[in-house]
Each structure stands twice: as structure tokens, then as C-alpha cells.
């Protein structure tokens, strides 16, 4: 039997030594981010909107070079995910060996400005078909089964209020180190997605797992199930929100304390939520 687990772990040493040198490359001395605008032909430059999603974008633009070149050092090839809603958004590849593969999905979120201990979270990705039939095709570039680990690429940052920020507002190319940045003092990192894990959906009424937001327990893997264990987090998803309360009128688990209480599991090994009141 291979030890699939060694292979994960080198891939997760190399990734946390790479983001140990991108953080220059993103952000000035000041911590400020080194992106200020777009530029069209005639040298005017617009200001980025604070928008989550457009920040999030640009980001995963600006740092692929560097992905790229993390991956060939590493002889990974890399796979983007085909459609915009498959998961995940890369698939590293073991050159010499195609059966190694690693799912990484790249995460922004930011600090909340009341209580910088906590960030605004983010989803995990789907508790839905292919991570319930995990030999399923559907929204997912390889069946989740063949993949050795699940990763987020996590970058965290403060969003920058100020009365110099006017998204509507366009410099000229010798202006350029006058352009406020929209966000600073990023702080990068790697996590396997069931070792930050809520209980929680992370969207509305999407089929989305929802993460913890306290930053150091993110940045330590210590979410809700780290201590229980990954076949704990796989359980609780595949059957979140489908099974009825013994001795109940029809209510639904929909928390871990309850499912493990159900499955007579360990209770205490459940890590509970650091201040997730998040007051943004």
C-alpha cells in the first residue's frame, strides 16, 4: 500500500515554503498591495473596486506566474478547473506519476475591522453530489476520490477604508505611487480543507461547507473536527442536515455536537468555534 499521507505532506511542506517567499512580491514595504489599478492604452489608470470577488480575482491573477513556477520547480504539472463552478480551481499533478493529485482551491477573505482575530470565512467547496459519490464527474475536474489531498490556498487581508479610495477616480501613469491600495498586510496560507472546517453551511442555501474564522485557528488547522478526524468531516457533510433527532418531531441534526452525540462518538474531541461572532 502506498503512503499516500507522506506524499501529502511533502506537497503541503513545499507549498508552506513557498508562500514564505511571495509575500514581497504582492505587497509593498508598507504592506500595502502593489496592484493600484488597470491601465488602458492611453496610460489612465483606474482604481480597483473593494469588491470581494474582484480582489479575490485579481489575486489569483497577479500570483499564477508564481504558482506556475512553483509547480514546475516541484515537477507538478497543473490542471485549471474547466468550468467556472467545478471544483477545485487547480489540480496539481505529479509529473512522473498521474495518480498523484491534489486539489487546491484558492480562498480571499478579509480581517474584520472591529476584531482582527477573526476574518469574514469562506466555503470549502460542495457537501453535494461528487463529494457524496466520490467517483462522480459532475461539477468536479477529477472524481474526488483520486485526488490525495484537498488544500486551500488561503489569503487573508485588511480592507483599506479611506476617503482617498474613489473607485470611480483614474490617475495618470506618473501618479501611479500616489494610488491608495484597496487592501494590505497579507497573510498567506495552506490547509487541508477538513482541518478548518465548521459545522455550518458557508453560503445561504448553497450546498457549500462553511469555514471557521478565527485566524489562528485557521493558520493551525484547528477547526472543529481536527481532532476527531477527517473520516468525521466526510460523515457529517455526506449526511448534513438528512437525519431526524431520535425522539424528535422531525427536526434535523444540524450541528456536530448532536451528530457525533448520535453516531456515540467522542464529544470531546469536537474543537469549539473561537469567537465567531463576527461584528462586520
Known amino acids: 500500500m502506498k503512503n499516500w499521507a507522506q506524499y501529502k505532506n511533502n506537497f503541503k ?3 508552506q515554503k513557498f508562500l514564505e517567499t511571495i509575500i514581497l512580491y504582492v505587497s509593498e514595504s508598507d ?3 502593489n496592484i493600484k489599478g488597470f491601465i488602458d492604452i492611453y496610460k489612465n489608470i483606474y482604481t480597483i473596486s473593494s469588491d470581494t470577488k474582484i480582489i479575490s480575482k ?3 491573477i497577479h500570483l499564477f506566474p508564481k504558482i506556475l513556477e512553483f509547480a514546475e520547480s516541484n515537477n507538478y504539472k497543473i490542471v485549471l478547473a474547466d468550468h467556472q463552478n467545478y471544483y477545485p480551481d487547480i489540480s496539481f499533478i505529479d509529473k512522473e506519476n498521474d495518480s498523484i493529485k491534489f486539489a487546491v482551491d484558492f480562498k480571499t477573505t478579509y480581517r474584520n475591522p472591529d476584531n482582527k482575530e477573526l476574518c469574514n470565512g469562506f466555503t470549502l467547496g460542495s457537501h453535494g453530489e461528487y463529494f457524496i459519490n466520490r467517483s462522480s464527474k459532475k ?5 474526488y476520490e483520486e485526488y490525495i489531498g484537498h488544500f486551500c490556498f488561503g489569503i487573508i487581508y485588511d480592507r483599506v477604508k479611506s476617503e482617498k479610495i474613489v473607485e470611480t477616480s483614474s490617475y495618470k501613469i506618473e501618479q501611479l505611487m500616489s494610488i491608495p491600495s484597496v487592501v494590505k498586510n497579507f497573510d498567506f496560507f495552506i490547509a487541508e ?5 465548521s459545522d455550518k453551511s458557508g453560503s ?3 450546498a457549500n461547507i462553511g469555514s471557521i474564522k478565527n485566524i489562528d485557528d485557521i493558520k493551525k488547522e484547528n477547526g472543529m473536527f481536527s481532532k476527531l478526524g477527517e473520516k468525521w468531516f466526510d460523515d457529517y457533510w455526506k449526511n448534513y442536515n438528512k437525519i431526524i433527532k431520535p425522539e424528535s418531531k422531525g427536526e434535523k441534526i444540524e450541528n456536530l455536537y448532536d451528530f457525533v452525540s448520535y453516531r456515540n462518538g467522542d464529544v470531546n474531541l469536537i474543537v469549539p468555534k473561537r469567537m465567531e461572532k463576527n461584528n462586520d
Open 13 to 15: 511542506e513545499k507549498f
Open 139 to 143: 461539477n468536479i475536474q477529477y472524481p
Open 58 to 60: 485579481i489575486l489569483e
Open 204 to 206: 445561504g442555501n448553497t
Open 193 to 197: 480543507k477538513w482541518k478548518i472546517a
Open 31 to 33: 504592506g500595502q498591495w
